[in-house]
């Protein structure tokens, strides 16, 4: 198993920013999928980054341009750089780790977008 351990999350005013990581137990070797996903009350999960071993990534339409995932393959660790953030934002977000006949995710950290 690999822990995921979330960090970041808290309450930032409209416009701030804010940058959460996914650190992971130990390293991975094998092809993997890794980012992050949130949901808000009353709303499904939705994507919001993710990045492949590769550096290759993928972003849900209502982030693009706002927010950045990058990978620190050293320390075993996912970031997402939040900017321009909206009340809409506010969301638990979850980190997600998949692997062939593998899907992990961490224990959430909540995102609150307020004035």
């Known amino acids: 198993q690999v822990q995921l351990v979330e960090s970041g999350g808290g309450l930032v005013q409209p416009g701030g920013s804010l940058r959460l990581s996914c650190g992971a137990s130990?390293?991975?070797?094998?092809?993997?999928?890794m980012g992050w996903y949130r949901q808000a009350p009353g709303k499904q999960r939705e994507l919001v980054a993710v990045i492949n071993n590769g550096g290759n990534t993928n972003y849900g339409d209502a982030v693009k341009g706002r927010f950045t995932i990058s990978k620190d393959n050293a320390k075993n660790t996912v970031y997402l750089q939040m900017n321009s953030l909206k009340p809409e934002d506010t969301a638990v977000y979850y980190c997600?780790?998949?692997?062939?006949?593998?899907?992990?995710w961490g224990q959430g950290t909540q995102v609150t977008v307020s004035s």
């Open positions: 997600n780790l998949k692997m062939v006949a593998y899907d992990n």
């Open positions: 130990r390293s991975i070797y094998s092809i993997f999928v």
